[in-house]
């Protein structure tokens, strides 16, 4: 009974832990601004077949934040807070999408 009591103990604790360490929609918010920050960084102009999208990422590089606060006007992000763990959904049209689900503190995302 002991060891059973002990377990109860140590997952009661661990609810408690996740359940006060999930991200907010705030901390979601700031890794999708991190995630285009560092899209935007990572771009090759150069690497562009189509002319216009060269012209396009080259002024997205000279001006990062206002071209990460664009695309991120263009996305939507459905925040859910469930009671261990929190969720969103990122989408930007209809075609792309992620799942992320939070937890620890830390963002995990899939995209489809």
């Excluded at 189509?50 to 990460?68: F, H, M, N, S, W």
């Amino acid at each position: 009974m002991k060891g059973l009591a002990g377990l109860i103990a140590v997952l009661a604790l661990g609810a408690l832990v996740m359940a006060f360490t999930k991200p907010t929609e705030a901390d979601f918010e700031a890794a999708l601004e991190a995630r285009l920050l560092a899209r935007i960084d990572a771009a090759d102009p150069e690497a562009a077949a189509d002319p216009v999208e060269a012209i396009l990422l080259a002024t997205c590089k000279l001006g990062r934040t206002q071209c990460a606060q664009l695309i991120r006007s263009l996305i939507a992000l459905d925040y859910e807070d469930k009671v261990l763990f929190s969720r969103a959904e990122v989408r930007l049209g209809d075609t792309d999408s992620a799942t992320c689900i939070g937890a620890f503190t830390r963002i995990f995302c899939t995209e489809r």
